[in-house]
């Protein structure tokens, strides 16, 4: 028990720059007695004592204001961090080393009893603030959830999911998609990444395309002018005319997401 407890307050201090001493975690830190009181409520709805894990969890709601179900599963090393309105669903499942910020909710999208309805975080994983994952699927090792994100489908491991609904920022050669410094912390707070919104990407594409349509019906004019003018000469093509489709859609759908 001492154990775990030295981990709760260890992963509280490499994580958080505010924080200045175990003791200070220890009597200020509501992520942390969120933590505990759970696992309290967690072992009382696993023994049958549904009624009691239930009080302790709604005594824990209003001392900390992160609420979580005692049916829920969380892990080792997570850490909620200032995390006031958090609330957690009874089957959600929170691995190892997670990182959960304010307003996060880790909801589902069904109504039927007996079922895998909320979301499975694999290792860490950083979900930021006002972020929304709803429903019974998986998040992958090592992902991130942007702030005030939506996520309404699987993300994987070491990806970041951003916008409304998630659009998914792929990683990069098995790392995580916002690591852009070889030297830079394993851990990135409230999930940043430096990567475009995909949405952005797509819409880059589009502006690009265009702009190349206008230049390739601009060379097509001067083709005709040439051929009214009655010039039939082999050059009347222009040399950096287009006589072959370039448009990526497929490419600008998957960034898209659709």
């Given at each position: ?185 394993k851990f990135t707070a409230y999930g940043i990444t430096q ?64």
């Amino acid at each position: 028990m001492f154990s775990r407890l030295r981990s709760d307050i260890q992963c509280i201090l490499e994580r958080d720059p505010a924080a200045r001493s175990s003791f200070e975690v220890l009597t200020c830190y509501p992520g942390l007695h969120a933590l505990w009181l759970h696992r309290r409520a967690h072992w009382c709805w696993t023994h049958g004592l549904k009624w009691l894990g239930r009080f302790i969890s709604h005594f824990a709601r209003g001392f900390t204001g992160i609420e979580i179900h005692p049916g829920a599963k969380i892990g080792e090393r997570v850490f909620f961090d200032h995390a006031m309105g958090v609330v957690v669903g009874e089957t959600a499942e929170i691995g190892d080393g997670c990182t959960i910020y304010q307003g996060v909710t880790l909801g589902g999208t069904s109504l039927y009893k007996g079922v895998k309805r909320h979301p499975t975080l694999g290792k860490d994983v950083v979900v930021s603030a006002g972020a929304k994952v709803l429903g019974g699927f998986e998040i992958g090792d090592g992902a991130k959830i942007g702030s005030n994100a939506v996520v309404i489908k699987p993300v994987p491991a070491g990806a970041t999911a951003v916008g409304i609904p998630a659009r998914i920022i792929p990683s990069k050669e098995g790392q995580s998609a916002d690591v852009t410094e070889p030297q830079a912390p394993k851990f990135t707070a409230y999930g940043i990444t430096q990567e475009d919104d995909p949405l952005s990407q797509a819409m880059r594409g589009l502006v690009e395309s265009a702009g190349s349509q206008e230049h390739q019906i601009a060379l097509l004019w001067q083709a005709i002018e040439k051929l009214s003018a009655g010039q039939h000469t082999q050059g009347c093509v222009p040399g950096d005319a287009a006589l072959k489709e370039q448009f990526e859609a497929g490419k600008l759908n998957d960034l898209i997401g659709k």
